[in-house]
C-alpha cells in the first residue's frame, strides 16, 4: 500500500473482500452440494415455476394437436360445396353438358390425398357440380345470394372468342379459399379451349402441359452427402435450438442473478458466508438453478415430441392412410446435431450464469437487477441475431471469427453445422474454447462475488469493478 | 488460552478501519464486545470469523489459526438478519446445520430438541415468512447454534427483541455458557453486558480503548462518584462551591457528584454536617458500565470529527 491508511469519511463506499479461502474449503464438494440441493428443490417447488411449466405443456400439447384438430373439423364439418354451373358459352374444348360437369368434377375433386389434404376420400367429394341453362340465372343469382348456393359460374363466349368467367359467391373474399380453386380451373379450361381451337390433338395439349426435364446439381458442398431433407431437419434444429438456448439463457440466468441478490437483500448472505466460501456459494447456485431449468427443458421437449409423435397414429386413424400430413423423419444427423444442441447449451448457460451471478452480487435490491443484467443479455442479442445472417452464409470468414467468440459461439456455431458450413475440427476447437471461458469468467465471477456479497453501497462502474478483479 | 486476537490491522481501499486491534477471550467466558456505532465491531468480528481476513496480525483460536479451524466450531448471528422466507423453518435449520458440518440425522434431531427448548416446534412445518418477528429472530438464533459451534459470535443478537424474548435468548446464552461455549456478542445494552459478561473490550475507530473483567474496569474507573441525601437540604447549593467537586445530577431521592481522584470522600461528610445537614444516604457508587462507556468514547469524540458509519 503506497497512500499512508487515513479515517474512513462516512458514507465511502468499501470494498469488502470475503476471503476465499479458509477452512470451508475443506468442504468444497459437501458444501456445492447440499447448496445445488436446496437449490434445486427450492426452484421445483416454487409455485410460479410449477405453474408456468404446467402452463407451457399446455400449449405445447395444444401446439401439437392444433394441425390435427383443424384438419378433422375441416373434413368433417364441411358440408359439400354446391357449385352451378350456367354454360352459355357452347361446348368448351369439345366437352358439353355431362362431360363438362365430370371434367370440372375430376379437376376440383379428383386428385384428392396429394391436392387437397384433409378430404376425406371415404365420403362425399368436397364439390358438387350440377350444370344449368342460361333461363334460370336470375333465381340462381338469388340463391347464391341467399346462401342456397355456394358457388354460382358462368361461361360466356363472346363471339368467337375466348371464354368469359364470372363468378358468384356469397363468402367473404379474403377467406373463401374456393376461388383459387375455382380459377385454376378456369385457366385450365380456357388453356384446352384455346389448344382445341387451335386445332391441337389431345395428346399433343398433354405435352403442352408436361412438366420439362430439370435437375439441380450444387457443385458448392460436393463433401456433402446428406439429403435435402436433412439439410432441412438441420436447419430446423439449429433455429429452434438457438430460440431455445437464447430463452433459456435469459430466463435462468436472470434467475441466477435474481437468487444472489435475494439472499444479499434478505442477508442471509452473511451466515452463507460464514458456512462457505463464495466460489462454492456461486457454484452451487448456478449448478442448482440449471439443474431445474434442464429438468423444465427436458419436460417441455419430451412432452413436445411425444405429442408429435402422438399425431401419426391419431392421423392415420382419422383421416386413414391419406391423412399423414406430417412425419418426423430423425436421422442420424439429425441426433449429432441433437447432442451439440446439448453441449453447446450447457456451456453457453454455465458462461453466462457466471457473469449473471457477479451482476447479481453487485446490486443492492431485487429490483436493480434487470438494469444490471441488461449488458449481458444485449450480448447474447447479437450471437442470436447473427446466427440467423448464418442460415445464408455458413463459412463467410466474418461469420467463423464471431462464431469462435465463446459469448456467440452457441448461437452461432450451431446454425452453421445445421447448414452444413464447418470444418470438423471447428466443432472441438470452440468447445474448448468455451471451456477455457467458462474458467475465466468463473474465476472473475467469484473475485466479483466476493466483494459484492457483503456490498450494499452504490454499484461500482465498470473501471472500479476491473480494480476490485486485480486486487489481491 | 481461548481466542487470542495479536496486532491486527485492516482497512478497506485506503482507509484503516481497525489499527492495531489486540484483545483475548477466555475459553468458556461469555465476553461483551463493546463500541459506537462504526467503531469497526463488525468488522473485527468478520475478521475473528475468516470472513474477512486481517492485512496484518494474527487471530488464532486455541493456538490455531482461525483460518484451520473447522466451519463447524464457529456460529454465527449477524447484525443484519436474513433467512430464507420462502423455506420452511424445518428444511432451512437442517440446510444450515449441514452447511456448517452436522450430518443429517444429527441435524435433525438437534432441530428436534432446540425446537422443543424454544417453543415452537409446532411452527416446524411453516414457512419462515409465516412466523411471528420474535419467532423468526428464534429460527435466526437457532440457525446460529443448532451445529453446535465451540464459539459463539453474536453480533446484536438482543437488538429487536421484546422483553419475553429477550429473556428466552438471555436463558439460551446461560444454557450455552453452561455447555462450556464462548460467547462473544456486541451490543448497546450495557446492562446485558453488567450482567451476563464476565469480561469486555470497548473499541473506539478500530483501537482497543477498555479492556478487562467487568469488575476491574469498573474498579479502574470508580469511587470518585458520590452520591449524598440530606433531609433538611435537598438542593444543598453550597456543594457548588466546593472545589473539586462537580454535581452532575439533582435528583428528588439524592445529589450526584464526581470528585476529582486525589479528593478524600470523607470531605462531602465533613463539608454537610458543617451546614449542619442531615444525612439519610452518603455512598460511593461504582460507575455503571453505560458511564464509563459515554466517558471513554464520549471523550474521544469531543477530540475528533464523529463517525458515523456503520460497522
Same mark, same amino acid.
Do not use: I, S
Given at each position: 500500500m503506497s497512500k499512508k491508511p487515513k479515517d474512513l469519511p462516512e458514507q465511502e463506499q468499501r470494498a469488502i473482500a470475503v476471503s476465499l479461502g479458509g477452512a470451508a474449503t475443506q468442504h468444497t464438494w459437501r458444501n456445492i452440494g447440499l447448496i445445488v440441493g436446496r437449490e434445486y428443490k427450492n426452484r421445483v417447488t416454487q409455485r410460479s415455476f410449477i405453474i408456468s411449466t404446467i402452463i407451457i405443456l399446455l400449449l405445447v400439447v395444444i401446439g401439437a394437436f392444433v394441425p390435427t384438430i383443424i384438419q378433422y373439423f375441416t373434413s368433417t364439418s364441411n358440408v359439400q360445396t354446391k357449385i352451378v354451373v350456367v354454360d352459355n358459352a357452347g361446348p368448351i374444348a369439345g366437352l358439353d353438358g355431362d362431360a363438362l360437369a365430370r371434367y370440372i368434377g375430376t379437376a376440383l375433386n379428383g386428385t384428392a390425398g396429394t391436392n387437397a389434404p384433409g378430404q376425406n376420400t371415404s365420403g362425399k367429394p368436397p364439390f358438387a357440380i350440377t350444370i344449368q341453362t342460361s333461363n334460370a340465372l336470375g333465381s340462381l343469382q338469388n340463391q347464391v345470394k341467399n346462401g342456397n348456393l355456394n358457388i354460382l359460374l358462368v361461361l360466356d363466349r363472346p363471339t368467337n372468342q375466348d371464354v368469359y368467367f364470372t363468378y358468384y359467391t356469397n363468402a367473404n373474399a379474403t377467406g373463401d379459399t374456393n376461388l383459387s380453386k375455382v380459377q385454376a380451373l378456369a385457366q385450365q379450361l380456357n388453356f384446352l379451349d384455346i389448344a382445341h381451337r387451335l386445332g391441337l390433338t389431345p395428346a399433343q395439349t398433354s405435352r403442352l402441359f408436361a412438366q420439362p426435364g430439370f435437375t439441380v446439381v450444387n457443385t458448392g458442398q460436393g463433401q456433402n452427402k446428406r439429403s435435402e431433407s436433412e439439410m432441412v431437419a438441420g436447419y430446423i434444429i439449429a433455429i429452434a435450438g438457438n430460440i431455445l438456448i437464447y430463452i433459456v439463457i435469459v430466463l435462468y440466468g436472470m434467475g441466477v442473478a435474481m437468487g444472489v441478490a435475494e439472499e444479499k437483500g434478505s442477508r442471509i448472505m452473511e451466515i452463507l458466508v460464514n458456512a462457505a466460501t463464495p466460489f462454492q456459494l456461486m457454484v452451487g447456485k448456478i449448478v442448482g438453478i440449471g439443474a431445474a431449468g434442464l429438468a423444465q427443458m427436458t419436460c417441455i421437449v419430451a412432452v413436445g415430441i411425444g405429442a408429435l409423435l402422438l399425431q401419426i397414429p391419431l392421423q392415420a386413424a382419422l383421416f386413414g392412410a391419406n391423412g399423414g400430413g406430417f412425419t418426423l423423419n430423425i436421422t442420424g444427423a439429425s441426433i449429432t446435431l441433437l447432442l451439440l444442441l446439448l453441449v453447446y447449451f450447457l456451456l453457453g448457460f454455465l458462461l453466462y450464469a457466471t457473469l449473471y451471478a457477479a451482476m447479481g452480487a453487485l446490486v443492492k435490491r431485487q429490483d436493480e437487477v434487470q438494469n444490471a443484467v441488461a449488458p449481458l443479455t444485449s450480448l447474447l442479442v447479437i450471437g442470436y441475431v447473427v446466427s440467423f445472417f448464418g442460415v445464408y452464409t455458413p463459412d463467410a470468414t466474418w461469420m467463423k471469427v464471431i462464431s469462435y467468440i465463446p459469448f456467440w459461439t452457441p448461437t452461432t456455431m450451431l446454425v452453421r453445422i445445421g447448414a452444413n458450413?464447418?470444418? $470438423? $475440427?471447428e466443432i472441438p476447437f470452440t468447445i474448448a474454447l468455451m471451456i477455457v471461458a467458462i474458467f475465466v469468467c468463473a474465476w472473475i465471477s467469484a473475485r466479483i462475488y466476493r466483494y459484492g456479497v457483503l456490498m450494499y453501497g452504490q454499484r461500482p462502474s465498470l473501471g472500479k469493478l476491473a480494480k476490485l478483479v486485480r486486487m489481491k | 488460552m481461548g481466542l487470542v486476537v495479536e496486532h491486527i490491522n485492516k482497512s478497506f481501499a485506503e482507509f484503516l478501519v481497525i489499527k492495531d486491534l489486540s484483545m483475548e477471550v477466555k475459553e468458556g467466558a461469555i465476553f461483551g464486545f463493546l463500541g459506537a456505532n462504526g467503531a469497526g465491531k463488525t468488522t473485527t468480528m468478520r475478521m475473528i470469523l475468516d470472513i474477512l481476513r486481517p492485512d496484518s496480525g494474527r487471530i488464532a483460536w486455541n493456538g490455531k489459526d482461525v483460518r484451520e479451524v473447522p466451519r463447524r466450531n464457529w456460529g454465527y448471528l449477524p447484525e443484519e438478519r436474513g433467512l430464507y422466507p420462502k423455506m420452511k423453518v424445518e428444511e432451512l435449520l437442517i440446510f444450515l446445520a449441514r452447511l456448517n458440518g452436522l450430518t443429517k440425522v444429527a441435524a435433525e434431531k438437534a432441530l428436534d430438541e432446540w425446537l422443543e427448548r424454544f417453543q415452537i416446534a409446532a411452527n416446524r412445518k411453516r414457512r419462515v415468512e409465516e412466523l411471528s418477528k420474535g419467532n423468526q429472530q428464534k429460527v435466526q438464533f437457532l440457525a446460529t447454534i443448532l451445529h453446535d459451534p465451540a464459539i459463539l459470535v453474536m453480533d446484536e443478537p438482543f437488538s429487536g427483541l421484546d422483553p419475553v424474548n429477550a429473556n428466552v435468548l438471555k436463558e439460551a446464552f446461560l444454557e450455552m455458557h453452561r455447555r462450556g461455549k464462548t460467547i462473544i456478542f456486541s451490543t448497546h445494552q450495557l446492562e446485558q453486558v453488567e450482567e451476563l459478561c464476565q469480561d469486555i473490550v470497548i473499541i473506539h475507530k478500530g483501537q482497543t480503548i477498555v479492556q478487562g473483567s467487568v469488575q476491574e474496569v469498573k474498579r479502574q474507573h470508580g469511587r470518585n462518584v458520590v452520591r449524598l441525601k440530606l433531609d433538611n437540604d435537598p438542593?444543598?447549593?453550597?456543594?457548588?462551591?466546593?472545589?473539586?467537586v462537580q454535581v452532575t445530577k439533582r435528583r428528588q431521592d439524592y445529589i450526584e457528584m464526581r470528585i476529582q481522584a486525589h479528593l478524600n470522600p470523607n470531605l462531602i461528610v465533613e463539608a454537610a454536617l458543617q451546614h449542619d445537614g442531615i444525612i439519610s444516604r452518603f455512598e460511593l457508587v461504582e460507575p455503571s458500565l453505560t458511564d464509563i462507556f459515554i466517558e471513554q468514547v464520549g471523550m474521544i469524540d469531543l477530540l475528533d470529527a464523529p463517525s458515523v458509519l456503520s460497522a
Open positions: 458450413g464447418v470444418a $470438423w $475440427w | 438542593e444543598a447549593r453550597w456543594l457548588d462551591t466546593l472545589e473539586g
